[in-house]
């Protein structure tokens, strides 16, 4: 089982920048799947999620409105559109697999590793 975070650079202030995760070893779609990310020095922080059947898509107040995740199941993927970036969305990004709608980083049934987000003022 693996999950591979891919896409990440360095952006100036206001990019946009779209990650993309590809797993394998398992079929994504019977799973709820997100995105967390950690700066240095910091704990990890949930930062998207979307529901198996990509009904709900959940985001914590400081990326709503400018971040967006999406999956496509056929494919394995799970993407996170990032618009508006900010100098303090600069962090580790990893791409995981849920049990079910709890979001808390010790409910997680597979994390990736991550690609690096880096926005310049």
């Known amino acids: 089982v693996q999950l591979q975070a891919f896409g990440g650079g360095t952006v100036q202030a206001g990019d946009s920048l779209t990650l993309s995760c590809t797993a394998s070893?398992?079929?994504?779609?019977?799973?709820?799947m997100g995105w967390f990310r950690q700066a240095p020095g910091k704990e990890r922080e949930f930062v998207a999620g979307?529901?198996?059947?990509?009904?709900?898509?959940y985001y914590p107040n400081s990326v709503k409105g400018r971040f967006t995740i999406s999956r496509d199941d056929a494919e394995n993927m799970v993407y996170l559109q990032m618009n508006s970036l900010k100098p303090e969305d600069t962090a580790s990004y990893s791409c995981v697999c849920a049990y079910g709608d709890n979001w808390s980083p010790r409910r997680m049934k597979y994390w990736g590793k991550g690609t690096q987000v880096t926005v310049s003022s």
């Open positions: 070893g398992f079929n994504i779609s019977n799973y709820p």
């Open positions: 979307i529901t198996w059947n990509s009904r709900d898509r």
